[in-house]
């Protein structure tokens, strides 16, 4: 699936198995909320973000914001994946059980931070979130990162 924000001219995409993945994670563990890290990489211009994979940290918090425990854990597999795969962290994604996919103050504030840690060497980190009802996704939205603010993909 592919994604693109045209003010930005910004592209992103997403193979549908990964999502399904995710999908199932976020229905199996309704009604609490699920989530974790993405991974991924650019395209050689920097205007096209692949979504290549998840990592779902083994200490979950029911609310949002685990991404500094996660990732001073994973950092050995992050150092590998980068290594191996040129891949490396790239955002955020989690579920709002019987809610929609846009974002709260508490994301938004969470993406902030994100974005200027000293650990996280991409400048704008994508946020992923699937609205959940029981046994389906009601609908999902994909935002990017900049300048103290989110901006979908469409
Ligand atoms: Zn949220």
Same mark, same amino acid.
């Given at each position: 699936?592919?994604?693109?924000?045209?003010?930005?001219?910004?592209?992103?995409?997403?193979?549908?198995?990964?999502?399904?993945?995710?999908?199932?994670?976020?229905?199996?563990?309704?009604?609490?909320?699920?989530?974790?890290?993405?991974?991924?990489?650019?395209?050689?211009?920097?205007?096209?973000?692949?979504?290549?994979?998840?990592?779902? #940290?083994?200490?979950?918090?029911?609310?949002?914001?685990?991404?500094?425990?996660?990732?001073?854990?994973?950092?050995?597999?992050?150092?590998?994946?980068?290594?191996?795969?040129?891949?490396?962290?790239?955002?955020?994604?989690?579920?709002? #059980?019987?809610?929609?996919?846009? =974002?709260?103050?508490?994301?938004?504030?969470?993406?902030?931070?994100?974005?200027?840690?000293?650990?996280?060497?991409?400048?704008? #980190?994508?946020?992923?979130?699937?609205?959940?009802?029981?046994?389906?996704?009601?609908?999902?939205?994909? =935002?990017?990162?900049?300048?103290?603010?989110?901006?979908?993909?469409?």
């Amino acid at each position: 699936m592919d994604f693109i924000n045209k003010n930005n001219k910004l592209f992103l995409s997403i193979e549908d198995e990964l999502l399904n993945k995710l999908t199932n994670i976020a229905i199996k563990n309704f009604p609490n909320e699920s989530g974790g890290i993405l991974i991924g990489n650019y395209s050689s211009d920097f205007r096209t973000l692949y979504i290549r994979d998840f990592i779902t #940290p083994k200490i979950q918090k029911k609310s949002l914001f685990f991404y500094k425990r996660s990732v001073s854990n994973l950092s050995e597999t992050l150092k590998k994946l980068y290594e191996e795969k040129e891949q490396y962290y790239i955002g955020e994604w989690h579920s709002h #059980p019987n809610g929609n996919s846009m =974002y709260s103050s508490t994301d938004l504030n969470a993406m902030i931070s994100i974005a200027e840690s000293d650990t996280v060497n991409i400048k704008n #980190p994508i946020l992923l979130i699937l609205g959940i009802k029981k046994n389906k996704v009601e609908e999902f939205s994909i =935002y990017f990162y900049n300048n103290k603010g989110l901006h979908r993909y469409e």
